[in-house]
Structures are given as C-alpha cells and as structure tokens.
C-alpha cells in the first residue's frame, strides 16, 4: 500500500500522459522485457491477477513525472480493465506497487546503479533487477531484494524470488531470430522455462513423435493381421478349417 502524503483529489490515468516521449535506447530494452512477458503470458494464461508492462510509466504522484522502468510486473492487479487496456501505471488507483522491476542498461547510461536504485527503493519495490550485457568484470545480472527498506544484492543465477514463484537469470538463447544472451524466468530448480518458439517446436515434435507411434502401431496391427492370414491359409492346406478350431 502506498505510504505517500497525496493530494485530495488526483487524476485517473486517462487523464495522465501516457509516454514520456522518451525513445528507447537500444532495441534489446523493448526485446528483453518483450520475452519475459511473452513467457508469462503461456505460463500464467489461466490468471487474471497480473500485469507486466513495457516501457509504461508509474505515476506516484500527479504532480511529479512518472518512473518509467523497461518493465515491471505487479501482482494482485487486474489483469486489464478492458479492451483499450492501461494508458499508465497509476498507483493511487491501483494501489498495489510492483513487486518487480526491470532495467536494461544502454550505450546511453541512465543513472540504473544510483538513482533509479534509490528512487525504486523509497518506492517500496520489492525486487529491483538491472541486466548490463557490456559489463565485463561485474555479473551481467544484478538483483536487489528489498530488506528492511534497503535493497540487498542477491547472488546467484538465476535468483529465485519466492514471493513471485519463479526465478529470473540468464544465459544465451535464441529469441527474435538472435543468438546471444537473454533474460528468462526459471523454475525453482533452476530450470528455465521455454520462449514461445521453444514451445510451439517442443509441440511440433511431440505431435510428430505421437504420429509416428501411431503409424507404428498401425503397422504392426497390420503386420500382425498378415501373419493370422498366412497362418489360417498353412492351416486350410492341411486340411484344417481355422474357423472351426475349438
């Protein structure tokens, strides 16, 4: 719940701006959250109860600028309210903070180590996760937890967050017809779950496998018919008549 000192009365989020006309960076900042969303959306396609947004701005106050994550995942929301779906994240009408939140550093670095940090953590986010694939003597992968009001960096990849029920990480993949390194969820085993792609092919072949069975076993039926035949005629040639055998 929000803890924040707000006015009486507030706009709604159609009344909002719904952009910071701020273009992405790099492509992989829509391209990243972009797969973690369509994950969920296969995994979680019974529930109504989530929202993980791109690029969609949280309004924390009216009269201060939205934060504007690449993405973030909150829990215990309607899913959408209806076919136009959310302009924005407004938190005096939802009133649920998001549970996670995403960056995806750029060539352009902006402030995601420092100030985004602070700022998503007076928020009161619990899990804050900054991907950087140009660092090279850091982890790609940084998780904070938020412990006592202070975010903890927590080791591991990938890093299982209990209060979400899975786990985020990363490792190289092919998504959007690229190979190189992607963000996933995973199990609480430590094992990833497939991108749609993955999904669909893994259904391809299980489709073919179960067809081929299928012929399989209609050829040995088959087989098996043939030989009852041969069999009936050895007996009729000597003289036994296989329909009468008692």
């Not at 302009?87 to 420092?114: A, H, M």
């Not at 900054?130 to 990849?157: D, F, T």
Request: charged letters at 25%.
């Amino acid at each position: 719940m929000l803890e924040y000192n707000l006015p009486r009365y507030l706009p709604s989020a159609e009344e909002l701006p719904d952009s910071d006309e701020t273009p992405v960076d790099n492509e992989l900042q829509e391209l990243i959250p972009g797969l973690l969303k369509a994950i969920l959306l296969i995994l979680w396609s019974e529930r109504m109860d989530w929202l993980f947004a791109i690029d969609m701005g949280i309004y924390y106050h009216p009269d201060k600028p939205p934060i504007v994550p690449d993405g973030f995942l909150s829990l215990g929301v309607e899913r959408f309210y209806d076919e136009e779906l959310r302009p924005s994240y407004v938190l005096w009408d939802e009133n649920v903070v998001p549970i996670f939140v995403l960056e995806v550093v750029s060539q352009n670095y902006r402030k995601e180590y420092t100030t985004k940090l602070a700022e998503y953590e007076a928020l009161g986010v619990l899990y804050y996760v900054i991907y950087s694939s140009r660092r090279r003597r850091k982890p790609h992968l940084e998780v904070h937890k938020l412990v006592n009001g202070k975010y903890e960096l927590q080791e591991g990849n990938p890093v299982w967050l209990p209060e979400i029920g899975l786990g985020i990480g990363c490792e190289r993949g092919n998504y959007s017809g690229v190979t190189r390194e992607w963000m996933y969820w995973y199990d609480q085993q430590g094992q990833r779950y497939l991108t749609p792609a993955e999904q669909i092919k893994q259904e391809t072949q299980r489709a073919q496998q179960e067809r081929q069975r299928a012929q399989q076993e209609r050829q040995r039926a088959q087989q098996a018919e043939e030989r009852v035949q041969q069999l009936a005629e050895q007996l009729r040639a000597l003289g036994i008549d296989p329909d009468n055998l008692g």
